[in-house]
């Protein structure tokens, strides 16, 4: 089951992942076209040209399996995404999040959907599950200490200068910033795999 995504991200990299996906569409269609003539399609007929067919959308998929032809944003950022998940550490079985949580992504500290300094383009991409429920179980249960440590603070302090309630001294937000510095967002990780991956294309 496919999940969609929107995230804030800098509109260049989303031009360059663009052109790179459009590169490879075209690069498929290239191959598509030799595999066609080296099977010497317009010469098959019934069961052969099915056959040759099948064979050619079999040899199709698994290019696009094994990372060849990379026709679509999720095929273009899905091996950076991989890495970057497994490099956190969070390419394992997570615990399924309590029912009524606050959503991964969006957790308390963290800079939210649609913040930050030049995201002003929407990268839309659907996750298949084995991207997916690593990155959003995985984001929520490593975020958890900190969520939970920044809400006793909330508690505390409040979210500003509240009648009758002093104002956090120096001490009280340094310790809120350091809490919040441990805070990943969902959209983070993928705005790092988008880097990564636009910058391959560009240094090759």
Known sequence: MPHTMVIAVPPDELAQLDALV???????????AG????????RLRGPEL?????????ERDLLREN??????RLRALGPALRAELDQRGLLREWDPIPEGAQRAGQTLGGTGPHS???????LCVSLTDTLWTPLHRGVYWTNEPYVHALEVWKDRWGPGPAVGRPAA?????AE?????????????IVRIALTHTVSGRRDR
């Open 176 to 188: 809120r910033a350091r809490l919040a510095a441990h805070i990943t967002t969902t959209g983070d």
């Open 22 to 32: 459009q590169e490879q569409q075209t690069a498929e269609t290239r191959w598509q």
């Open 35 to 42: 595999a066609e003539q080296d099977a010497d399609m317009l």
């Open 116 to 122: 930050g300094t030049g995201l002003t383009a929407r």
């Open 67 to 72: 990372g060849t032809h990379r026709v679509s």
């Open 50 to 58: 099915r056959a040759a067919r099948a064979r050619i959308r079999a």
């Open 169 to 173: 001294p120096a001490e009280a937000l």
